[in-house]
C-alpha cells in the first residue's frame, strides 16, 4: 500500500490539481454543473491560476500521484454575510475551505479527511475559530462527509451561475479542532472490515 499524507502544493502540482479539477467536474459535479462547462475548460489557463493560487493549497497524494486537494484561508465577507449582507460578530476569526476535492478513482481512502483535518488546523494555527465552506445542496455526500466533521448548514444559502444554470449552494459551518472528529476508518486504511 502507498503511503499516503497532505502537505502544502508547490506550482509544480497546478497540472495535477487541475486534473483532479476537470475529473470531478466531469463525473462526481456532472449533476449538478451545466453540460457544458467542462467544454470550455482550459487546463493551461486552470494550471495557471492554481499554480498562482499556491498559498493555502494543501494537495493530498498516495505515493507520488496527487489524489485530491485543498484550498484554505481567511473568509472574505462575501461569504460570511447573511442574506442582508449582515456579518457575524467573529468575522475576522473565521476560516473558509474553498475548495476541497478528491479525484473519484482515489475515494474512500481518507483523503478527504486528511485533507479537512489539515486545512482546519492551519485555519486555527492562524487565529481562525471556527470554518465555513459552501457545498451545492443537493451534494449530499459532501453534506454527509462535512457532517461527519461536525460542519453543519447555518440557514444561508446562495446561488451561482453557473454557465446559465442557477447552482444554489449552502453554507456549512463547524469547529476546526478535528484531530479525532474526522478519524480514517478500516476502509481508509485499507485493512479488512469485519
Do not use: C, K, N
Not at 9 to 23: G, L
Request: aromatic fraction near 6%; avoid cysteine.
Amino acid at each position: 500500500m502507498a503511503i499516503a499524507h497532505v502537505r502544502p502544493a508547490t506550482p509544480d502540482d497546478a497540472p495535477a490539481v487541475t486534473a483532479v479539477q476537470r475529473e470531478v467536474w466531469t463525473t462526481a459535479y456532472a449533476a449538478f454543473l451545466p453540460p457544458g462547462l467542462t467544454e470550455g475548460f482550459d487546463d493551461e489557463a486552470v494550471a495557471a491560476a492554481w499554480a498562482r493560487a499556491a498559498d493555502g493549497l494543501l494537495v493530498a497524494t498516495e505515493g507520488d500521484a496527487v489524489a485530491g486537494f485543498a484550498l484554505a484561508g481567511p473568509a472574505p465577507e462575501e461569504d460570511l454575510a447573511d442574506a442582508v449582507g449582515a456579518l457575524p460578530d467573529d468575522a475576522g476569526s473565521v476560516g473558509l475551505v474553498a475548495t476541497l476535492l478528491v479525484s473519484p478513482r482515489w475515494g474512500r481512502r481518507g483523503h478527504g479527511g486528511r485533507l479537512l483535518v489539515t486545512a482546519a488546523g492551519a485555519l486555527h494555527g492562524s487565529g481562525a475559530t471556527r470554518g465555513i465552506t459552501w457545498v451545492p445542496e443537493r451534494d449530499r455526500a459532501s453534506r454527509a462527509f462535512y457532517a461527519r466533521a461536525g460542519w453543519e448548514p447555518d440557514g444561508t444559502v446562495r446561488t451561482l451561475d453557473a454557465g446559465g444554470r442557477p447552482l444554489r449552494e449552502v453554507r456549512l459551518g463547524g469547529p476546526l479542532d478535528l484531530e479525532f472528529a474526522v478519524r480514517p476508518t478500516a476502509e481508509d486504511l485499507g485493512l479488512p472490515l469485519l
